[in-house]
Structure formats: C-alpha cells, structure tokens
C-alpha cells in the first residue's frame, strides 16, 4: 500500500505543485496550512485537476495535516522554518520530514546564504532529534515545472540524508512525481545542494528563463 503524505505550506507554490503531482500517481495527500480555510480552497482547486479515478487531495491545518501522515513534507519559507518546525517537533517523533526549504535571503534570493546551522536540512534535524528522519530534496525543482502532473520533468532530484533507507523512499517519492532521484549522500551536503537554489535562480535572471534545473552525468540511469 502506499504511504500517505501531508505537505506543511501546501498552500504554495512548491508544495501545491508536489502535491498534485503525488495526488495523480495514487498517493493520499493531505495539504497543510496555517489556515484550514486556506488549506480546503488549495485542496479544492487542485482537485479540479484530478481525473475521478485519482485519490482526492484533503485539505487539513498543519497540526492534523501532520498527525495523517508517515511521510511529512515540509515547505516554507526560511523565515518560518524553525518556527513551524518547533510548533510540530512533539508530533513528527518517528515520521520522515521531507525539508524542501532553501535558506534564501530574500531580497537577494539570487546569492548563497548559509545559515547558522550550514543547511536549512540540518537545522531540521537538530531541532527535531534523532526520532525524526530529515531528508532533504527537490530543493532545485522550480515549482513552474510541477503545475502540470502530465509533464515529466527533465530535471534530477539530489536527495540526502543521515537513514539510508529514508532516502531511498523518498527516491522512490521523487519518481512518483515524474522526476529523476538520486542518493547525493549525507545531510551534511544539504549545504551544498540547498546552495545550488540560488544559483539557479541566477541563471533564470540572466538566460530569461523560469525553470533552470540539474542533470547529474555518468550515472547510469537503469542501476541507480
Ligand atoms: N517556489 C519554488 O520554485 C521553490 C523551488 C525550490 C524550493 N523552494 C523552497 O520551498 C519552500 C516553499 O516555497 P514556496 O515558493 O512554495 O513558498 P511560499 O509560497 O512563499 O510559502 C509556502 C507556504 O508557506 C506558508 N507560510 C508562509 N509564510 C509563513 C510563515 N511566516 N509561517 C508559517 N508558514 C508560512 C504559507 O502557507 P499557509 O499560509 O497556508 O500556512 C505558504 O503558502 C521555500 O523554502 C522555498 O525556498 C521553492
């Protein structure tokens, strides 16, 4: 059977996109928000997209959006990471926390910033403990690529973490969702990959594009 997963911030850009597209391979998904009003509309106007045959999306505040699931995704601004990470910390004991946060700086969202604690994916797993398995993913997918669940996306997934067999569900999250994953290592190299996102952004300002993204070479695509 497979896991459910709720997104805490699934109300964005990020999440909302995440969602939709794990809701169309057959994956329960519960959206989560500050606001269950705001949580229900987003469930709603992604389940406009659903073909009747597909699980529908429920909408739920981030506390019982939490509580669903196994499987935890974790998208907000950097500003609100820690916060909403301390304010579920009692509830996510035993679950995998999937952290999309980047640790941009905005405005300049263009430039690398590193927090206090190296990666936004660290900081997750210090404040959380040992009882939650951080995996840090899909930091470098723009959310312009994730609107449409049809479109397979040209783009890999670095995906790291300290449980090898974390990683290795989420790799099999991230192919559900139409993308490439691939096992890039240690936490510790959340710093790296979460640096990678402004980069990034820096090459859609300067080639005028929306969706740059990356491509790992040498990997043989049928054995990883
Ligand atoms: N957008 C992208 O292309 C992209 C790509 C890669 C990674 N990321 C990363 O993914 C994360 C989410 O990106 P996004 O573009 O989806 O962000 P967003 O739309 O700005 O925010 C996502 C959700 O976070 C919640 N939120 C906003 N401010 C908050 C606060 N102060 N406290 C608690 N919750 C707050 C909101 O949900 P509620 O109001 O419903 O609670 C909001 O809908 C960010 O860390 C971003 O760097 C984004």
């Known amino acids: 059977m497979l896991p ?16 939709l597209r794990w809701a169309y391979s ?17 469930a709603a ?43 579920l910390k009692e509830n996510l004991r035993g679950k995998i926390l ?6 941009l700086m905005p405005p300049k969202v263009d430039q690398v910033h590193i ?17 939650v398995k951080v995996v ?3 930091q470098n997918i723009s959310a312009a690529h994730l609107q449409d669940p049809e479109m397979n996306i040209d783009c890999d997934v670095l995906v790291c973490g300290n449980d090898s067999s974390a990683c290795e569900e989420v790799i099999d999250l991230v192919e559900a969702a139409g993308m490439s994953g691939i096992h890039a290592g240690l936490l510790v190299n959340a710093i790296a990959i979460e ?6 952004i820096s090459l859609n300002k300067l080639y ?7 491509r790992v070479t040498g990997i043989s695509r049928t054995e990883k």
């Open 4 to 19: 459910s997963i709720s997104i805490i911030g699934g109300t964005g850009a990020e999440g909302s996109g995440l969602a």
């Open 26 to 42: 057959g994956y329960q998904v519960t959206i989560g928000s500050r606001t269950l009003d705001k949580a229900l509309e987003k």
């Open 45 to 87: 106007e992604l389940n406009i997209k659903m073909p009747d045959t597909k699980p529908q999306l429920v909408g739920e505040d981030n506390l019982t959006a939490v509580k669903a699931s196994q499987i935890v995704v974790l998208t907000v601004p950097y500003s609100a990471h820690r916060e909403t990470l301390l304010d």
């Open 98 to 103: 999937i952290d999309v946060t980047v640790p």
């Open 115 to 131: 927090p206090a604690g190296g990666a936004a994916g660290l900081e997750a797993q210090e404040i959380l403990g040992s009882d």
């Open 136 to 138: 840090s993913a899909f």
């Open 195 to 200: 640096s990678l996102t402004p980069v990034l």
């Open 208 to 214: 005028k594009i929306r969706d740059a993204g990356i």
